[in-house]
């Protein structure tokens, strides 16, 4: 069994993030989405996401109306708004974003979403139904 230190676990600064940990939110990795159903059990799914270093705002295209998307628009008990996490690994890498969570039904935003996921995975699909999942980024975790 391999013991990590204690710095490999420490959270990153989003807003100071080291040159190899902004190269791997780059590359071309899927992630998985973790965010809460109705009755407060994790729900996790395979994406892809593109972060944005300058504003912290991590993106996720999907279509409207699917479990994530509802699970974004929760407000869970006690008026909390509900948070999503975004987890990428590649052997001894991995990062974990994650922050409030909201949907943009902005024309304008899932077009900018759209080209980011083009210029990171490939190019999506046309879809109608399209919306845009964004995360406000307010903690990093990993070994990126």
């Known amino acids: 069994m391999t013991t990590e230190s ?52 991590v993106r996720i295209i999907t279509r409207d109306g699917s479990v994530k998307v509802r699970n974004a628009e929760r407000v869970l008990p006690g008026g909390i708004p509900t948070r999503g996490a975004v987890s990428q690994v590649d052997r001894g890498r991995w990062l974990t974003l994650e922050g409030p969570i909201r949907v943009s039904r902005v024309p304008e935003e899932i077009r900018d979403a759209e080209n980011r996921y083009a210029a990171r995975y490939r190019q999506p699909q046309p879809n109608p139904a399209r919306v845009v999942l964004v995360i406000e980024v307010d903690r990093i975790l990993g070994r990126g």
Do not use: Y
Request: charged share 20%; glycine share 4%.
């Open 6 to 57: 204690p710095a490999a676990r420490q959270p990153l600064d989003p807003a100071a993030l080291p040159e190899t940990t902004i190269e791997f939110l780059t590359e071309r990795h899927l992630a998985t989405l973790s965010t809460l159903r109705a009755d407060l059990s994790v729900h996790v799914v395979p994406v892809g996401f593109t972060f944005d270093q300058e504003t912290g705002l």
